[in-house]
């Protein structure tokens, strides 16, 4: 999310990108994302949960750094940010693997709540991310570095590096923390090889289609509702706005868990469907076509895109915690395997799908953005 709050404003600091490279730029970390989340979902059983945090923690740095360093110099290539951008994927294929993670201390009761709650406050970064960034920018933080900003025509000084480097010292504290107090379980642990199996599942491939239509629209429209609002109605400072939608989504996710738990996620997935191709539907009498469109409306539209998008997700992620859990029980057991046999199976094979599902999910978010800089050109 680093990227949707910045390639709004690098036309104002010096540099001269179309929209189209504008919007790839806030699509590229969901590539890299979506590829590195298929790898990401397997690390958690083969390295522990506590030290792959560490780890790819601490990489997150790098990414931030290097944008901050190259935002201060209007000459730098675009490639450098196409580079810095699939960097920053990295962030998003973190989620695979701590969804994998919060798999293996929870029981089946309250699997849908665990990861709804987990999800969710993984997506309150999209919405920290678009409340901090232009607060951060326009206060000399990091002065004391040479950092001047340039300055604007309202009279305001930008200095757009302060939305990357204003992570790195959170992202240090959140390495020592996850060092510090996090567990490693051993029965957890498992090989690549044994993880595999759970990709030839036809329900792995059944719900990596509902992930995709629900996470990926939550990533998608997270990283592309500000350009697309800045393209669309160019009066309106949509930055002021941007976050409420992420922080709608990030608490629906929790609640559609929650919900899930309780009258079951397939019920409560079918449903949340129906209203998603309703304000789906909705949104293209919002936007101008041969009048002015009505922002008003379009906004209204997408904070139900947002809440719906949300509520998805964690419904959808309930229905694979259950489903795999269940069809893993029973052919264990119906090729003799014990109960002990049969519930490490399926915490393994739960645990592998969760990951290599939501990795799925994030390539929706590729493709929702593209779709969104197709409508803004």
């Keep these: 999310m680093l990227f949707s709050a910045v390639t709004v404003n690098l036309n104002k600091i010096g540099f001269n990108f179309t929209t189209d490279q504008l919007f790839l730029l806030t699509a590229l970390p969901s590539v890299s994302g979506a590829l590195l989340r298929v790898p990401y979902s397997f690390m958690v059983p083969i390295f522990g949960g506590r030290r792959w945090t560490v780890f790819s923690t601490a990489i997150l740095i790098i990414p931030c750094v290097w944008l901050g360093i ?24 973190n989620f695979a693997s701590s969804m994998g993670n919060i798999s293996f201390f929870f029981p089946k009761a309250k699997q849908g709540s665990a990861l709804g709650i ?57 390495t020592i923390a996850a060092w510090s107090g996090m567990n490693d379980i051993a029965s957890s642990r498992a090989s690549i090889a ?23 629209s939550f990533i998608g429209f997270s990283a592309g509702f500000a350009m697309l609002a800045k393209t669309q109605f160019p009066d309106v400072n949509i930055l002021r706005l941007a976050f409420f939608g992420p ?28 209203f998603m191709a309703i304000f789906s539907a909705l949104l293209f009498l ?63 094979e739960t645990a592998a799908a969760l990951g290599f599902i939501s990795a799925i999910g994030a390539v929706g978010g590729f493709l929702f953005r593209r779709r969104l800089a197709c409508r803004s050109i």
């Design 247 to 274: 922080f709608i989504g990030a608490i629906a996710r929790s609640v559609g868990g929650a919900i899930s738990d309780k009258f079951g996620g397939v019920r409560v997935t079918l449903i949340n469907f129906i």
């Design 118 to 174: 987990n999800g969710g406050l993984g997506k309150l970064r999209c919405k920290c991310m678009q409340l901090v960034a232009p607060l951060v920018i326009f206060v000399p933080v990091f002065a004391f570095l040479g950092v001047n900003g340039v300055p604007q025509a309202d009279g305001s000084v930008m200095s757009l590096a302060n939305a990357a480097w204003i992570w790195v010292p959170l992202l240090a504290i959140a």
């Design 194 to 216: 044994d993880q595999l199996p759970v990709l030839q599942r036809l329900h792995l491939w059944l719900l990596s289609l509902l992930y995709l239509a629900t996470f990926g």
């Design 286 to 348: 919002t936007l101008p076509g041969t009048g002015s469109g009505n922002f008003i409306a379009f906004y209204a539209v997408f904070m139900g895109l947002f809440l719906t998008a949300g509520l998805g997700s964690g419904s959808t992620f309930q229905m694979i915690a259950v489903i795999f859990r269940q069809i893993t029980i029973y052919r264990v057991k119906m090729k003799g395997g014990s109960d002990e046999q049969a519930q490490k199976e399926a915490v393994t």
């Design 70 to 93: 190259a935002v201060q110099n209007p000459n730098t290539p675009f490639g450098i940010f196409i580079v810095i951008a699939l960097l920053c994927g990295f962030a998003g294929a």
